[in-house]
């Protein structure tokens, strides 16, 4: 069945490192790749998204390529801030909402001052 | 847009009582969706709802766990007894029809003692 694999955690940098957080998938067809985050407390956001290959997703200064050859969705940011410390979900979906969102066991990021 | 709003936000109960988790997803929104956290199992789909019908309640875990939606505008989840391995967060998220990706509630967390 699909799945998705991130890397495990915790991941701990410095504020200002550049961040990867590794992100593949197995799925049938060509599902809609997510990235969301969820902060202390907190339920799930949606971070960014990406519905086909080759499509990058963007936001807050976080960035992934939807590979299919790959079949990757590797989640990086240029220099993070102590604010991003957080639990980042890699997660896939079928075409339609009415298929379940599978999602990775979560990689949870600390960032240093 | 209030967003999926869950109540309430922490419950404790003791083991054998019944425990009613609330969701109020976004209006317009024809998914429904429950979900759990642990640490140990990380975040598992409970049952989700298509125009207020069970669509798939395969992840729920046995019969003391039962799901409603009587109207586009309200669900419920009822743990009953309730077990101290039914401790975790439990979140409802909805999705509007033939959107990609999920609104997530802040959730539900749950100590049954």
């Known amino acids: 069945g699909d799945s998705v694999t991130q890397m495990e955690g915790p991941v701990t940098l410095s504020e200002e490192a550049f961040l990867t957080i590794n992100c593949t998938y197995t799925a049938t067809g060509y599902p809609s790749l997510f990235w969301y985050v969820q902060y202390p407390g907190e339920g799930l956001q949606l971070l960014l998204k990406?519905?086909?290959?080759?499509d990058k997703g963007s936001n807050k200064g976080f960035e992934a390529t939807y590979r299919k050859e790959t079949t990757s969705f590797h989640l990086e940011k240029g220099s993070v801030q102590v604010s991003d410390s957080a639990v980042y979900f890699c997660a896939l979906s079928g075409r339609s909402s009415a298929s379940k969102i599978i999602f990775g066991s979560g990689t949870r990021l600390s960032i240093r001052p | 847009d209030a967003g999926v709003i869950q109540s309430p936000r922490h419950e404790v109960t003791e083991m054998g009582q019944e425990v009613t988790l609330r969701c109020k997803p976004i209006?317009?929104?024809?998914?429904l969706f429950w979900y759990r956290q642990t640490m140990m199992r990380g975040l598992e789909l409970l049952i989700y709802?298509?125009?207020?019908?069970?669509?798939?309640d395969s992840g729920m875990p046995e019969d003391r766990f039962s799901a409603k939606m009587p109207n586009a505008s309200f669900s419920t989840l009822k743990i009953q007894p309730s077990e101290p391995r039914d401790s975790a967060v439990y979140f409802c998220?909805?999705?509007?029809?033939?959107?990609?990706?999920?609104?997530f509630g802040s959730g539900t967390r749950l100590t049954v003692v």
């Open positions: 998220a909805s999705s509007p029809p033939l959107a990609v990706g999920y609104t």
């Open positions: 209006s317009g929104h024809d998914y």
């Open positions: 990406a519905t086909k290959a080759d």
């Open positions: 709802f298509n125009n207020n019908v069970p669509i798939d």
